[in-house]
């Protein structure tokens, strides 16, 4: 549900798309308490227009989903896995455009900053450089062994980084990925604080929002690393803190918010608007959008009672106000659970 209100990504993004590429039909219960049925088993429906895709995404606001169909696909019979290290972030990022630019079709290509390797560094492989600013997982899926490895290794070749591994058995494979997905629970072991977001960015100003992240950081004091999707363009900065510094962490959010919109982003690329980012809708979307989407909400929902204070800014998102909303992580009588990481 949760996915589906939020049209959830991940890792595999870059091959295999968001959640809504997936939904084909739901049955939705209206704020009246009408219960609508939309979509079904059919490939193609050309008969009106696409309600069915206004509910997914729209965070609960306008229905609650109670069914959903989904489309599925064969798993591949095979993976190729590599991680590939990079002097610099900006050669990361490069890196990525240009083996996308190569006609490359990966299933994932995933990013972590200097910062962030530093909290998984003893998950990455033995006399990996020690030094590199980032790092790249990629990797390849299929059901031709042997194409999809030699795919992966010309990939790796086109990235050009400062020191790669490549998995020659699934058991390494994982090993690789460990790196990545013990980041959110390294995030949940530390005894500081931390706020994880979630923005897009075209995928060739990769190495410049990760370069204001760590500008703004060195601004604030605060601790800000990075991992995200780098296939797609999706970045989760997240955000390390005292109880001292609590006061910095919703302007430090609210900057990163602003960087992305600045270089042609989104405020949120898979976790959604929420409270925290309601003020930020028009800055992204324009008025005429956003007045659209109040006239549909009206007309769904005309007490406001779905979901209510989310994604319009009917009064101003204050720390007192955001504390006081579930999932605003940086309260600290509350902290997230792993489902809720959504790195």
Same mark, same amino acid.
């Given at each position: $549900? ?42 193609? !429906? ?23 169909? +989904? ?17 610099? +972030? ?36 033995? $006399? ?10 990629? %990797? ?11 795919? /992966?290794? !010309?990939?790796? %070749?086109?990235?050009? $980084? ?6 020659? *058995? *699934? ?24 706020? =994880? ?15 204001? +992240? ?7 004091? /605060? ?5 995200? &999707? ?20 919703? &302007? =430090? ?12 982003? *989104? ?16 800055? %992204? ?23 209510? &204070? ?28 792993? =489902?809720?990481?959504?790195?």
């Amino acid at each position: $549900g949760g996915n589906v209100a939020c049209n959830s990504g991940g890792m595999r993004c870059v091959k295999y798309g968001v959640t809504a590429d997936y939904v084909i039909g739901a049955t939705v219960v209206l704020a009246d308490g009408r219960v609508m049925r939309l979509g079904g088993k059919l490939r193609k !429906r050309a008969s009106g227009y696409r309600l069915l895709q206004l509910f997914v995404g729209s965070e609960g606001t306008l229905g609650i989903i109670t069914e959903v169909i +989904v489309k599925l696909v064969p798993l591949p019979r095979c993976r190729a896995t590599a991680m590939v290290g990079f002097a610099t +972030v900006e050669e990361a990022g490069e890196a990525v455009s240009r083996a996308l630019a190569a006609g490359h079709f990966p299933t994932a290509i995933e990013i972590l900053d200097r910062g962030s390797l530093e909290l998984v560094r003893d998950k990455l492989p033995p $006399g990996f450089e020690p030094t590199l600013e980032a790092v790249l997982i990629v %990797e390849q899926d299929g059901n031709d062994e042997e194409f999809v490895r030699l795919d /992966l290794m !010309r990939m790796v %070749e086109v990235l050009d $980084g400062a020191d790669n591994r490549i998995a020659q *058995s *699934s058991l390494e494979r994982d090993k690789l990925w460990d790196a990545r997905r013990s980041y959110g629970k390294v995030l949940m072991a530390m005894p500081k604080n931390f706020f =994880a977001e979630d923005v897009a960015v075209p995928i060739a100003e990769i190495p410049e929002m990760i370069r204001r +992240v760590q500008e703004l950081a060195r601004q604030t004091g /605060l601790r800000i690393v990075t991992v995200g &999707h780098a296939g797609d363009g999706n970045l989760h900065p997240t955000i390390l803190f005292t109880d001292e510094q609590r006061h910095l962490v919703s &302007h =430090a959010a609210a900057q990163i918010f602003r960087d992305a919109l600045s270089l042609g982003g *989104s405020v949120s690329a898979e976790h959604g608007l929420g409270a925290l980012k309601r003020d930020f809708a028009e800055r %992204e979307h324009g008025p005429i959008a956003i007045e659209l989407m109040r006239k549909m909400k009206a007309v769904l929902d005309p007490d406001g009672i779905l979901n209510p &204070h989310k994604i319009f800014p009917e009064q101003p998102a204050t720390d007192e106000f955001l504390n006081a909303m579930p999932g605003w992580m940086p309260n600290p009588n509350r902290r997230p659970r792993r =489902a809720e990481l959504g790195l």
